[in-house]
């Protein structure tokens, strides 16, 4: 068949000599006009010819479904002539009736019909006495599609001979099509006699039963019912003859059948004999079955070796470098950052994990779980870090609790039965007829920093969970101060700081030796062992004593300033990129108000480690004393946009650093811009962002009224001291202590009781005051750090030098100052003017510390302008 | 291959081997190997192939050996299953009446007996059967390779119509061809041959149910192999009919194997020729067979037939051996026995009847329920035939009554008379309707229908006067050559008319050869063609140059003839026009073709005819036939 594509194929073009005639389709099978025609067959470039590829002949085009039959022209035409004229030549050497029928069948092969429609008058006068050439014109005109012509023949042949069976199934045709039963059943009476159906075929007599039956002659039809079964036994097998005499005896009521009852068969039954149409439905539907059958057999086998042979192990690599791993025996492979797949037989293995740990994990694919049913899923959790999350979820009409668990801390888990791996489960699902539940089962990796995990679960309530987490990733970073501090807070909070002390204690003889980590043991050590502490240092720097890292830490737990600021010193000269003894010396110059000298320490602190843990704020708030509030506001708004995940660390720098050049004014639209940074951030993060820039911007421009209002239409912990403040900065300081239990344990901290102190002071409550103050007293007292403070609270002499010479941090110094300023007045103004140095950080207490702190007439003025 | 080739490969074997017996089973032995081992080729091929993808997927590495799996599963199961289907050859067991130990003592004792003489193994059963014959029949257990059960057939006719010492002499013969004492392997070749010819028969027969499938492979490979097989098997086999007959004769004497050979004969042909036609003739009468038929088969037998038994004796005389049968011809056995009467054999005395008959002797008492249990088995098979020629007689009664009004005088109407004869065979034999067949070749000489009915016969009754008849029906049409030619071969070997039985054979060969060639011949025109002069007179010529002449299109036209090889006496001209050229100079289709069917109605030649125009194809034949001396007929003038 000839075919274009876009215009380009093969086509024909031309229709000549062509002749029509009524016919079925041989494909379609629909009654219609067929055409034949000459034509040429092209190759077409959009659509126009172009090479010419052969004259040929279309035979028998189907008009409804084109269908047709190609010759080649010259072949056509060659047979035609030669057997149509073959057969004439034959006629003309012998003019029998056989010779003549020949002719005709030739002139109609080859659709000549015109020349056998000439010819037909030709055997019309020379055989007008042969019934049999009569009879078979007859027929021939009936095929053909007329049936007046023919009939004229059928009659004209059954004159002759009144018992030509052709002539007469031809006239009975014509008598059935004008619904003269009795006529044709006259005509077709032989066909009733015992025994026709060994003569003659009895499909005319099967269809005169379906017109009686149609006219409702039920008698008649069953009597050639009768006979059809009796002639042609097998008959009775067929399902359409046994309806139509059914459907015959019931509506004459019989109760007793002419049919046999069917023979049991099972060949029938499975559809495996042969129908009486001859057909092999039964065979072909079996062989199907057969071959669905060796399909299965071979494709369920098939199938669960290919899968035992293709085990997916899904790998989580939570690091932010790739993982190389190397199974014994096979080509290494990298484990990228996130979720990627590996395809294994099934079988156990050593794994040999390189990169971001190092560890050799052994595990068994495929071998727990069956023989393949079931969705297992396979994990290599490198280093254990990520945290996998198991989750089954039911779906249902009315909604069933679902369930979670998560997965980490082991470098390989399995699991039975996952339908999602790695996949979010659907909102919902459309459950079958007859289905009221389904559950479906997820497993995904969750995505988010260490510390947002670990106070997740912390908030969840599974302390143990939590801690466990933190100690994993603590194992697997050391140094991150973030979650060491989350980790000592959680312990503190869980009453398992024992735990994390000894947790802690088994990790400080790694190497190399991470600072933080230390640190946070240290701190866990201050009030229970710091000369012990001291002689483990000094037992590490034994071993390693050019270690820099152990000389600033053995500088931290040195009781006397000075020996601590020359270890310091010496920590910097032993390694001068380690930033940790830079900051420390910075921060002692920082907590004396020497800002330019330590802002020299923490420029090199920001050179050397700018995420370092809180390098930047010191960094920023010492420029910011030093008057560049500019710069620091030019670097914030900058930070802001590039950082949509500190938002408030860089908007609250942008606060600090308007408020720092009276333009706290513009606090507002600072917020405004964090708003906008944070526009496609979902809504509770938003808030959880935006309120305490609010409540910040409220502080920082003293509005405190405002703060406390918009602060009490929240409930949360930063609402909380929020309100808190706003109470102290406007006198209201018995309020504040009432909403702010600070005699609660978890509270518990000098600075804030000195605060409170200072406020009962300024309200003339001196009894509350010295009551506040004692407390502070008695926990400065604990820490061998400042004892030396708390003596100094007890009203002992004291000097300015002294103070400086304790080991405090800016703010400590400014609100033990503070406080030596009341109670020795002849010192206060000395103490005051240091106070006042110190007191740069705007967040709370800054306004109460500036009214404390502020020359006499300042202070009224201060005092007065307060709500 | 066909009979003239295998003919030729026969008498080749027979030159080749003569006088050197060893060699000829030596060459049958490699044959045998040949057969075994192409029919091997297909399990071991699907065995060896799904082996290596089942070693290779063991081996190989993961991802390939599931494919090469799934590749051994489906050869084994593919492969597998089409070779079972193709070589699984199932041959149904013989039918008949068994006749137990138990039923007829007697008769197991005396085959055990002559087992034992001839060292000859067990039958699995011994059957009883209506057929006139003596057979031990092998049914391959596993088709093409073997293991076959044995099962020993007596035909009844055959126990009723010859003595004991006859019938023992027949059994001696069959049984020496499975005696372990008589050269085995020759023995084995000729059950080998025997069931290798059943085999590759259904292997042979036409199977489109499957697309897919390795038949037509099995096929070729058994067409290349078998006759080739055959024709060393057959020489040896028939080497082994004269050693068999040897035997039986060494056991029973060689006169009473003789008197069974010629007894034979005449019972064959009294059973084929009167026995069965009586008893089916009855079916026109009766709607059932009528019990204790076979009761009467005994009286059959023994009544007399002297004018039949001479013909039919004469007939096996005249017979010829040919490469048809591996057993020899009447005559060449009883010659190989130092039998053969002297004297015309239409002067040999009539053969006494055999009483007590074997069945008498053997049978004993059992006899008359052995009897009952042939015409019973016999019965069960044929129950339906039965009823349906019992009602086609009762439609042909009906069709001659309705014929006989409509005509009453069929006389003079070849047609009328034609479907009145048909109807009086079928209803009462050939011998009845003989005068009307006569009748309708007066009025229609040519009439096949006639002239083949009336030859089968004159065949039956051996007459040469059916070659005539057999003759006009293998020329006038295709579909009675192939039964025709059956019957003259038969009517040739009846009357040992051997150079005519030769001649008929490389007819029939030449024509296998040449039917599709002598179709294509008839029917198409090509350049390469060979093209003659038309042949024609002037007064034809003129006719066509005044039909050419009166169309201004036509501006000349070349005739001529091509030559026809299988029909020399039947003419096919070819007629090429020449039409005036468009302005461009070229010969345009469309009007040269519109000139041919303006023409091609007009004109009339003495046999077929192709006329064409100077275009495509056709440019090529005008071309040649141009060159043909005088083919141009007519070129316009001016």
């Not at chain 1, 007469?168 to 006259?186: I, P, T």
């Not at chain 1, 010396?585 to 800002?595: E, I």
Request: hydrophobic share 45%; net charge neutral.
């Amino acid at each position: 068949m000839p075919a274009t594509y876009n215009g380009i194929g093969t086509t024909y073009y031309g229709m000549k000599n062509t002749v029509s005639r009524n016919g079925a389709c041989v494909r379609c099978h629909r009654q219609g006009v067929l055409e034949s025609y000459d034509t040429k067959l092209w190759f077409v470039i959009f659509f126009i010819p172009v090479i010419p590829l052969g004259r040929k002949r279309i035979v028998d085009r189907c008009k409804y479904c084109t269908a047709h039959m190609v010759v080649d022209a010259h072949k056509w035409e060659t047979a035609k002539q030669l057997e149509v004229s073959g057969a004439q030549e034959q006629f003309r050497t012998e003019p029998t009736a056989e010779n003549a029928i020949a002719v005709h069948q030739q002139l109609l092969n080859f659709h000549q019909h015109a020349e056998a429609a000439a010819f037909r008058e030709t055997m019309k006068a020379q055989f007008g006495g042969h019934a049999k050439v009569q009879a078979y014109l007859g027929v021939i005109l009936e095929r053909l599609g007329q049936v007046a012509e023919a009939q004229a023949y059928y009659q004209r042949a059954h004159e002759l001979r009144p018992d030509l069976t052709e002539a007469r199934v031809g006239l009975a045709s014509e008598h059935l099509r004008q619904g003269r039963l009795d006529e044709a059943r006259q005509l077709l009476d032989y066909l009733q006699r015992p025994g026709a159906g060994q003569l003659y075929p009895l499909q005319p007599i099967e269809v005169l039963a379906s017109a009686y039956q149609k006219a409702g002659r039920h008698t008649e039809a069953l009597e050639l019912f009768g006979r059809l079964s009796a002639e042609l036994p097998r008959i009775n097998e067929h399902k359409a003859f046994r309806k139509a005499v059914k459907a015959s005896e019931k509506a004459l009521g019989r109760t007793t059948s002419i049919l046999p009852g069917m023979k049991f068969n099972w060949r029938r039954l499975v559809g495996l004999q042969e129908s009486v149409d001859g057909s092999h439905r039964g065979r072909r539907i079996l062989a199907l079955l057969g071959a669905v059958g060796l399909v299965v057999l071979v494709g369920v086998p098939l199938r669960m070796a290919w899968m035992r042979k293709h085990r997916t192990l899904h790998m989580v690599n939570a690091f932010r470098t790739p993982a190389q791993i190397e199974l014994q025996g096979q080509p290494a492979f990298e484990a990228p950052p996130g979720h990627s797949t590996h395809i294994l037989p099934e079988g156990t293995y050593h794994a040999s994990v390189r990169g971001p740990v190092t560890e050799e994990v052994d595990f068994a694919i495929g071998e727990e779980f069956g023989n393949g049913g079931g969705h297992p899923v396979w994990i290599l959790n490198v280093g254990g870090a990520a945290v996998l999350e198991l989750q089954e979820v039911v779906y249902s009409r009315d909604p069933e609790p679902g369930s979670s668990s998560l997965h980490f801390g082991e470098s390989f888990v399995s699991f039975p039965e996952v339908n999602r791996p790695f996949m979010e489960l659907p909102q919902s699902v459309t459950l079958h007829n007859g289905e009221s539940r389904r559950t479906l089962t997820g497993l995904t990796v969750i995505d988010a920093p260490v510390a947002s995990i670990a106070s997740h679960l912390a908030r969840q309530g599974n302390a143990e969970t939590a801690l466990r987490f933190c100690e994993q990733h603590l194992r697997l970073e050391p140094d991150k101060a973030e979650l060491v501090h989350l980790y000592l807070s959680f312990s503190a909070q869980h009453s398992a700081l024992p735990r994390a002390t000894e947790f802690l204690r088994q990790g400080l003889t790694n190497r190399p030796v991470a600072v933080e980590w230390h640190r946070a043991y240290q701190e866990t050590q201050k009030y229970l062992a710091p000369s012990g502490m001291v002689s483990l240092y000094d037992g590490f720097l034994q071993t390693e004593p050019n270690n820099s890292r152990l000389l600033y830490l053995r500088a931290r737990v040195e009781p006397v300033t000075e020996r601590a600021q020359a270890l310091f010193q010496q920590a910097r000269e032993a390694d001068p990129k380690n930033p940790y003894p830079w900051f420390a010396l910075g921060w002692r110059q920082h907590s004396l108000g020497n800002w330019q000298a330590a802002r020299t320490n923490f420029a090199r602190v920001i050179e050397l480690a700018p995420e370092g843990p809180g390098f930047r704020h010191y960094f920023d708030e010492t420029r910011l004393a030093l008057g560049e509030g500019a710069a620091v506001e030019s670097e914030a708004r900058a930070e802001l946009k590039k950082h949509t995940d500190e938002v408030y660390e860089y908007a609250s720098r942008l606060l600090e650093a308007l408020a720092t050049q009276g333009r706290i004014q513009e606090g507002k639209a600072a917020v405004g811009l964090a708003g906008v940074e944070l526009r496609n951030s979902p809504p509770q993060v938003n808030q959880g962002v935006i309120l305490p820039l609010e409540y910040k911007r409220l502080y920082l421009a003293a509005e405190f009224a405002e703060l406390e209002k918009a602060a009490r239409s929240s409930h949360t912990m930063l609402a909380t001291n929020a309100v808190f403040y706003a109470l102290i900065e406007q006198g209201k300081v018995r309020e504040a202590t009432a909403i702010y239990p600070l005699e609660d344990p978890a509270n518990q901290e000098p600075l804030h009781m000195l605060t409170v102190a200072l406020a009962w002071r300024e309200a003339g409550n001196l009894k509350e005051a010295m009551r506040w103050q004692n407390k502070a007293q008695t926990f400065f007292a604990r820490d061998p750090e400042k004892a030396r403070v708390a003596e100094f609270l007890l009203g002992a002499r004291v000097t300015l030098e002294a103070v400086t010479a304790v080991q405090l941090s800016a703010k400590e110094r400014m609100l033990v100052l503070v406080t030596l300023a009341w109670i020795h007045p002849d010192q206060a103004a000395e103490f005051k003017a240091l106070a006042r140095r110190l007191n740069v950080d705007r967040d709370y207490p800054y306004h109460l510390v500036q009214r404390m702190t502020a020359p006499v007439a300042a202070a009224a003025a201060t005092a007065r302008s307060a709500p | 291959m066909n009979r003239g080739d295998f003919d030729v490969l026969v008498a080749e074997v027979e030159r080749q081997f003569q006088g050197r017996p060893q060699a000829l089973q030596w060459r049958v032995a490699l044959w045998a190997a040949i057969g075994y081992a192409g029919l091997l080729v297909g399990p071991v091929l699907v065995l060896v192939l799904a082996g290596l993808c089942f070693v290779g997927a063991v081996h190989a590495d993961s991802g390939g050996d599931i494919a090469l799996f799934a590749v051994g599963a489906l050869i084994l199961f593919g492969g597998g299953w089409s070779v079972a289907r193709v070589l699984w050859v199932r041959l149904e067991p013989p039918e008949g009446a068994r006749i137990t130990r138990e039923a007829a003592p007697e008769l197991h004792r005396w085959l055990d007996e002559l087992r034992g003489q001839l060292r000859c193994g067990q039958f699995h059963e011994v059957v009883a059967v209506p057929d006139c014959n003596a057979a031990v029949a092998r049914r391959p257990r596993l088709g093409v390779f073997g293991w076959p059960r044995h099962y020993l057939l007596l035909g009844l006719p055959l126990m009723e119509g010859l003595s004991t010492p006859e019938f023992r002499a027949v059994l001696a013969h069959e049984f020496a061809h499975l005696s372990r004492d008589h050269a085995r392997f020759g023995q084995w070749i000729y059950r080998l041959r025997n069931s290798w010819e059943q085999v590759f028969a259904r292997l042979s027969q036409p199977h489109v149910r499957s697309i897919l499938s390795i038949q037509p492979l099995v096929r070729t490979f058994v067409e290349w192999f078998w006759p080739r097989f055959n024709a060393h098997a057959f020489v040896l086999s028939r080497a082994y009919e004269y050693e068999a007959d040897a035997v039986a004769a060494q056991l029973g004497g060689a006169p009473a194997l003789a008197l069974s050979l010629m007894r034979f004969r005449v019972l064959f042909n009294q059973i084929d020729e009167k026995f069965w036609p009586d008893l089916w003739r009855l079916a026109t009468r009766e709607a059932t067979a009528p019990a204790g038929l076979f009761m009467g088969l005994r009286e059959v037998i023994r009544a007399p037939a002297a004018p039949d038994a001479r013909r039919w004796m004469a007939q096996g005389f005249q017979q010829v051996t040919t490469n048809a049968d591996t057993h020899p011809c009447l005559t060449d056995r009883l010659r190989a026995l130092q039998q053969l009467p002297t004297g015309a054999p239409e002067n040999l005395p009539d053969l006494p009847v055999a009483d007590p008959s074997a069945a008498d002797i053997l049978l004993g008492p059992a006899r008359v329920q052995v009897t009952a249990a042939v015409e019973e088995h016999w019965r069960k098979t044929t129950v339906e035939l039965w009823r349906e020629r019992h009602l086609r007689a009762a439609a042909q009664e009906d069709r001659l009554q309705r014929l006989a009004t409509a005509v009453p005088d069929t006389a003079g109407d070849a047609d009328a008379l034609w479907d009145q004869t048909n109807a009086t065979m079928d209803l009462q034999g050939l011998t009845v309707a003989e005068p009307m067949l006569r009748r309708i070749l007066e009025l229609n000489p040519r009439h096949a229908g006639a002239n083949f009915h009336l030859g089968r016969h004159l065949v039956q009754k051996a007459d040469p006067a059916a070659e005539p008849h057999l003759e006009c029906v293998m020329e006038l049409n295709d579909e009675g050559f192939g039964p025709a030619s059956e019957l003259l071969h038969q009517l040739f070997r009846a009357t040992g008319q051997t150079a005519k039985l030769r001649a008929l054979e490389a007819r029939l060969d030449q024509r296998e050869r040449d039917r599709a060639a002598a179709r294509e011949e008839r029917s198409s025109v090509n350049a390469l063609d060979t093209l003659i002069p038309h042949g024609l007179t002037e007064e034809e010529l003129a006719s066509i140059r005044t039909i050419l002449m009166a169309d201004a299109e036509i501006i000349a036209a070349d005739l001529g003839r091509k030559e026809l090889k299988h029909f020399p006496k039947q003419r096919l001209f070819l007629l090429s026009l020449h039409v005036r050229r468009n302005w461009l100079g070229f010969v345009s289709s469309d009007r040269a073709q519109e000139a041919v069917n303006r023409i091609l109605p007009r004109v009339k030649l003495p046999g077929r005819m192709l006329v064409f125009g100077q275009i495509d194809d056709f440019a090529h034949v005008g071309e040649r036939l141009a060159q043909v001396q005088g083919a141009r007929i007519y070129t316009r003038a001016g």
